[in-house]
C-alpha cells in the first residue's frame, strides 16, 4: 500500500534524537579523510585517495570536483549521495549567474546544498544523505578565502581549518594544535599535507591537493610536486624525534648521575 | 509579400512596438589557429539610435563568442541561456567546450522558437579539436559552419566584396585586415558595409580568439576608412538659372 511510503523515514527519538541523521553521519564517518585549511590569500583542499583496484581506471575517482569558475567541493560519504548533491549545486550556480546576473557567494552555495540536505531530513519517503562535505572558494571581487562545512542534518559552519571522513577527529585534533593565522601558500599547503599524513599512512601517492587562488585560479599539486613536501616534512618528523631521543638520553644520562651522587650523599 | 526573404523586411515585421533592433553588420572568418569576429555598434529604435556604442560580441565562453543581429532583446535573452547551458556542460565535464556544441545550443533554441524569435547569430571560436570555427544561425534556425560569415542588415551590402576578397590560408594578421583594415589601400567589409546600410554605424569592435587568449580590438568612428562617399554631378549654378528662365528647369 502506497500509504506506508509516506511516512518520514527520519522521525524524532523520544529523546529528541533524529537518529537517521546521526547513523548517516556514520556514514561520513567512514569515508575517506579530507581536509580544508584558510590561509591568508589561498585556500587549501586535501583528500586522501581510496586506493585504486587493480583493473581500477584512477582517472574516475575524482573527490574534489569544481562547482563553478571559482568555488570547489570535497566530499566524505556515499559516493553516489555526494555526485548527486554536487549535480545539484552546479545546475544552482549556474542558475544564479542567470537570474542575479553575478557569481554565487560561497555562503550561498552552501546554504544551498545544506539546505537540501535538511529538506531530506523533514521530508516523507526519503533518507538524509549520507555526506559531509568542505567548500571552498572566493566570493567575486573579494580576495577573502572562505571554508565551509555542511553536514547531513543540514547544519552548515564555517572554518578557519576542518576535516571530515575517517579519522576526522585525529585530524581536527592536530590541526587545533598546529594552525596559525595569515599562513601563506606555502605554509597552508604543508600544514595540510602534514595534518593528512597524520591518517593516511601509504604516503603521497594516496594524497590530493588542490590550492585556490583569489584570482579563482584552481592547481591540483602534481604526485611530485606532493612527494617533494611529504619528503620535507618527514625530515622534519626525523629530526624531531632525534631532537627528543637526544634530550630524553641526556635527562637520563643527568639523572644517573644524581641517583649516584644522591646514594652517595644519603649513603654512608 | 514574401517577409522572410530579406533580413531588414524580416527585422520590421517581426519587431514589437517600441522594440530595439540590432539591424547590424556583423562577420566571422576562421583562420588557422583561431578565428577573429567584428561589428559595427548601432543600435535603433526606429530611427532614433539608442545605443551608439553596443558591443555586439558577446562572450559565451572563454573562447567561444557570438555576433548578434536582430531584436536586442530576443538576442540578449538567447545567448544568456545559451551561456547557462555552456557553462554547466564545461563543468560537468571537466573541459572547454567545443565551438559546435554552442553553435548546437544556439540552433536548439532559434529553432524551436522561430515563430516567437528574431535572431540571427553567429557562434565562432576556438577549441581543441577543430581550432577556430564559424557558424552562421540566420532567422530560421539552421546550423550552417562556414569558413567566413557575415549577417545583420548591412550584411547585403558587402557580400560581393566578401566573396571577391576572400583567400583561404589568410593569416591572423591578414585576417583581421580582411575584417577591418584601415592601413591598406583596399576598403574593408564592416567599413563599406557600415557606410552603406542605414541601421549599422558607429565604431567596429572586433575580437581575435585564439589558443592563448581573447584580444579585443577597437576602431572609432572617426578613425573609420573612408570610400568614395558619392557626389552628385550638378549643373553649374549659372546654367541653372539660364535654363530656368527659358521654361527648361523645373525649380527645385
Known amino acids: 500500500m502506497s500509504r506506508s511510503y509516506d511516512r518520514a523515514l527520519t522521525v524524532f527519538s523520544p529523546d529528541g534524537h533524529l537518529f ?99 529538506r531530506y531530513t523533514q521530508s516523507g519517503g526519503v533518507r538524509p544523505f549520507g555526506v ?11 580576495a577573502i578565502p572562505r571554508l565551509y562545512m ?31 593565522d595569515d599562513l601563506d601558500e606555502a605554509g597552508a599547503v604543508k600544514l595540510t599535507i602534514k595534518s593528512l599524513l597524520e591518517v593516511v599512512q601509504t604516503g603521497a601517492k594516496n594524497i590530493e591537493i588542490s590550492v585556490m587562488r583569489k584570482d579563482g585560479e584552481v592547481k591540483n599539486l602534481s604526485l611530485d610536486e606532493i612527494s617533494e613536501i611529504v619528503v620535507e616534512v618527514e625530515k622534519e618528523k626525523e629530526a624531531e624525534a632525534e631532537r627528543k631521543r637526544g634530550r630524553l638520553a641526556a635527562t637520563l644520562a643527568a639523572q644517573g648521575g644524581m641517583l649516584e651522587s644522591g646514594a652517595g650523599a644519603t649513603g654512608a | 509579400m514574401d517577409y522572410k526573404s530579406t533580413m531588414t523586411h524580416a527585422d520590421a515585421a517581426r519587431l514589437k512596438k517600441g522594440e530595439v533592433n540590432l539591424g547590424t553588420s556583423i562577420m566571422a572568418v576562421q583562420f588557422d589557429g583561431g578565428v577573429v569576429i567584428g561589428a559595427d555598434s548601432r543600435t535603433t529604435m526606429g530611427s532614433y539610435i539608442a545605443n551608439r556604442v553596443t558591443d555586439k560580441l558577446t562572450h559565451i565562453h572563454d573562447r567561444i563568442y557570438c555576433c548578434r543581429s536582430g531584436s536586442a532583446a530576443d538576442t540578449q535573452a ?104 584601415i592601413d591598406a589601400p583596399s576598403p574593408t567589409a ?43 554631378i550638378l549643373p553649374p549654378p549659372g546654367q541653372a538659372a539660364a535654363l530656368q528662365s527659358q521654361g527648361e528647369v523645373m525649380v527645385q
Request: aromatic letters at 8%; charged letters at 25%; one cysteine or more.
Open chain 1, 20 to 118: 537517521q541523521v546521526e547513523y548517516a553521519l556514520e556514514a561520513v564517518r567512514k569515508g575517506t579523510c579530507a581536509v580544508g585549511v584558510r590561509g591568508k590569500d589561498t585556500v587549501i583542499l586535501g583528500v586522501e585517495k581510496k586506493s585504486v583496484l587493480q583493473l581500477q581506471d584512477p582517472r574516475t575517482v575524482r573527490k574534489v570536483v569544481m562547482l563553478d569558475d571559482h568555488v570547489c567541493l570535497a566530499f566524505a560519504g556515499l559516493t553516489a549521495d555526494g555526485r548527486v548533491l554536487i549535480d545539484k549545486a552546479r545546475i544552482e550556480c549556474q542558475s544564479h549567474r542567470l537570474t542575479v546576473e553575478d557569481p554565487v557567494s560561497v555562503e550561498y552555495i552552501t546554504r544551498h546544498i545544506a539546505g537540501i540536505q535538511q
Open chain 1, 132 to 142: 559531509s562535505t568542505l567548500i571552498i572558494g572566493f566570493d567575486p571581487h573579494d
Open chain 1, 150 to 180: 555542511t553536514e547531513p542534518s543540514g547544519i552548515y559552519t564555517a572554518w578557519k581549518a576542518n576535516s571530515i571522513g575517517r579519522s576526522s577527529k585525529t585530524v581536527r585534533e592536530f590541526l587545533e594544535k598546529n594552525y596559525a
Open chain 2, 78 to 181: 538567447v545567448a544568456d541561456i545559451v551561456t547557462y547551458h555552456l557553462s554547466l556542460h564545461a563543468i560537468q565535464s571537466g573541459e572547454r567546450p567545443s565551438t559546435h556544441v554552442a553553435a548546437s545550443l544556439f540552433q536548439e533554441l532559434c529553432y524551436a522558437n522561430k515563430d516567437a524569435l528574431s535572431a540571427g547569430i553567429i557562434v565562432a571560436g576556438w577549441d581543441k579539436r577543430e581550432g577556430g570555427s564559424v557558424y552562421n544561425i540566420p532567422l530560421g534556425g539552421g546550423l550552417f559552419r562556414q569558413p567566413w560569415a557575415i549577417g545583420g542588415s548591412g550584411s547585403t551590402y558587402v557580400y560581393g566584396y566578401c566573396d571577391a576578397t576572400y583567400r583561404e590560408g589568410m593569416s591572423k594578421d591578414e585576417t583581421v585586415n580582411f575584417v577591418r583594415n
Open chain 2, 190 to 232: 564592416l567599413a563599406l558595409a557600415m557606410s552603406r546600410d542605414g541601421s549599422s554605424g558607429g565604431t567596429i569592435r572586433m575580437c581575435v580568439i585564439t589558443e592563448d587568449g581573447v584580444q579585443r580590438l577597437f576602431v572609432p568612428g572617426n578613425e573609420l576608412p573612408t570610400f568614395w562617399e558619392g557626389k552628385e
